[in-house]
């Protein structure tokens, strides 16, 4: 059964840092780019970061570029979401998503299975 499972969420401090974790089981990670998406109270979903199958491609949403980094290991089927310097706008639910190519779609459309969400609080 196709799984993606979040981890590392919690209540941080401003100018703090959190370690997500999207473990994937019931299908091999090294063919699909995973997303990163988050969505705040009363907000749309928003897209934050993706990486491709390789690794070798990633991007970044404009508000967390230089303090957001994504990483994979596909040996351990997980991919990572290092987030430093964490601003309380950086508040909401982060979700994992599969992609449906090895590549990062450009659009949500393109991602096939999602991860029931990490909660991450940013608040001194």
């Known amino acids: 059964q196709l799984q993606l499972v979040e981890s590392g969420g919690g209540l941080v401090q401003p100018g703090g840092s959190l370690r997500l974790s999207c473990s994937a089981s019931?299908?091999?990670?090294?063919?699909?780019?995973i997303g990163w998406f988050r969505q705040a109270p009363g907000k749309e979903r928003e897209g934050v970061s993706c990486?491709?199958?390789?690794?070798?491609?990633?991007n970044y949403v404009d508000s967390v570029k230089g303090r957001f980094t994504i990483s994979r290991d596909n040996a351990k089927n997980t991919v990572y979401l290092q987030m430093n310097s964490l601003k309380p706008e950086d508040t909401a639910v982060y979700y994992c998503a599969r992609s449906t190519y090895y590549y990062c779609p450009g659009s949500s459309g393109g991602f096939g299975a999602w991860g029931q969400g990490t909660q991450v609080t940013v608040s001194s």
């Open positions: 019931g299908f091999t990670l090294d063919y699909y780019a």
């Open positions: 990486i491709s199958s390789s690794g070798g491609s990633t």
